[in-house]
C-alpha cells in the first residue's frame, strides 16, 4: 500500500473517532461527569490491527483536531495527558496475544482517568482531586469494557488501507504557514495569564483574575452553550472532590475549594474565549508550520499532516451523518458499521 492510502485511512479513523465522541453526547448516562470514551474504538481496532503507531498517530490527531475546532487550550492539555498515559499502557499489551482487545481496552481507560487527574491536581493546586479516584476507577472498568467489547466486533469493519484511492498532498493548504498576529498574541497573552493564576492564592486576586476571564470571554462572543458543555462535567467533579474532602478535614475544605474553583474557573473561561479569537482559517498549514521542526530530525511530517487534514475536511461529513441521530447504547453494535462505511466512502472522494 502507498503511504498516500495509509495517512487517507489513518485520517479517515480519526474523524471516525471524532464521530464516536459526539454520537455519545446522545446517551444518557446515570453519572454526571462520566463519559463512555467511545471515540477510543477506532485507536483500539488500529491496536489489534498491529498497527501501534497508527493508532498512535489516530489518538493525536483527534485530541488536536477537537481540541482546535470544539475547544480550548485547557481541554487539549487534559485529553493529551490522559491519552498518552493511555498509549502508554495499552500499546505494549496490545502485543499480548492472552489479552482480550475488552481487557487493554478497561487499562487504557483506567490510564486515561489517572493522567486527567494529574493535570486537574496542577490546575486546582490540590491533592484533594484523588479522592474521586475510587469512583473514576470503577466508571473506567465499566465503560473500558463496553468501547473493547464493540471495538472486537467492529475489527472487520474498518477499512483497509487498500480501499481509498491515491492521494498526492502537494496542496498549498498541506504547505505550513506560520500564524499570524491574531493567533500569536492571544496565546501569549493566555500563557501569562495561565502562569499568574496557578502562581497567586489570594482570593481577592483570584477573583479579578475570573472577571478578567470573563470579560474575554465576552469580547470573544462565545456561545455560553458551549462554554456549559465544558464547566458540568468539571463541575461535577470539583463538587464531589469538595463533598470528599468535607469528611476528612472540614477545616480547610471551603477554602480550597474557593480557590481552586476561581482558578479552574478563570482557566477554563479563558482557553474558551482563546479559542474563538485565534485565526482558524488554515489549521492544516499551521499544524504543518507546528511540526515542521521535526524533519530537522530526519522525520517525515508530510504524512501526519496529510492525515490531519483529511479528518478536519471530513469533519462536517461527520456532523451531517450524526446531527440527526439520537443513538442508544444497544444500537451501537448495529449501525456504527453504516456510519463508518459512510465516512469512508466520502473520504475515498476527497479532492
Known sequence: MSDTQRWTRIGTLAAFSM?????????????????????????????????ALGAA???????????????????????TAGTLLSLAGMIPLSHLRTLRLWMVSVVGALLHEVGQLFVAQLMLKTTSIWYTLPVLMVAGCVTGIICGLLAESLRTTLPREDEFGEKHP????????RPNARTIIP?????????????????????????????AFVVSGTKMSSLARMLVPLATVGILTFALQLLTDPT?????????????????????????????????????????????????????????????????VVSDLV?????????????????????????????
Not at 482570593?203 to 479579578?208: G, M
Not at 456510519?339 to 479532492?351: D, K, P
Open 19 to 51: 464521530l464516536l465522541g459526539y454520537a455519545e453526547t446522545f446517551i444518557p448516562i446515570p453519572l454526571p461527569g462520566v463519559k463512555l470514551g467511545l471515540a477510543n474504538i477506532a485507536v483500539l481496532v488500529e491496536l489489534a490491527c498491529g498497527d
Open 57 to 79: 498517530y489516530i489518538a493525536l490527531i483527534k485530541v488536536l483536531a477537537s481540541g482546535f475546532l470544539f475547544g480550548s487550550p485547557l481541554t487539549m492539555l487534559y485529553s
Open 170 to 177: 502537494t496542496e498549498e493548504r498541506l504547505q505550513p504557514q
Open 187 to 215: 496565546f501569549i497573552a493566555l500563557v501569562s495569564f495561565a502562569i499568574i493564576v496557578l502562581h497567586v492564592d489570594d482570593i481577592p486576586a483570584l477573583a479579578l483574575c475570573a472577571a478578567l476571564a470573563i470579560i
Open 252 to 316: 480547610i475544605a471551603a477554602l480550597a475549594s474557593a480557590r481552586a474553583s476561581l482558578s479552574f474557573g478563570s482557566l477554563v473561561v479563558a482557553s474558551r474565549a482563546f479559542m474563538a479569537i485565534i485565526d482558524l482559517g488554515n489549521l492544516t498549514g499551521t499544524i504543518a508550520w507546528l511540526v515542521s521542526p521535526l524533519t530537522r530530525l530526519g522525520m517525515q511530517t508530510s504524512g501526519f499532516v496529510l492525515a490531519f487534514d483529511v479528518a478536519v475536511r471530513l469533519i462536517p
Open 323 to 351: 446531527k440527526e441521530e439520537r443513538l442508544e447504547l444497544r444500537e451501537l453494535r448495529s449501525r456504527l458499521p453504516v456510519l463508518i462505511h459512510e465516512v469512508c466512502l466520502r473520504a475515498a472522494t476527497l479532492s
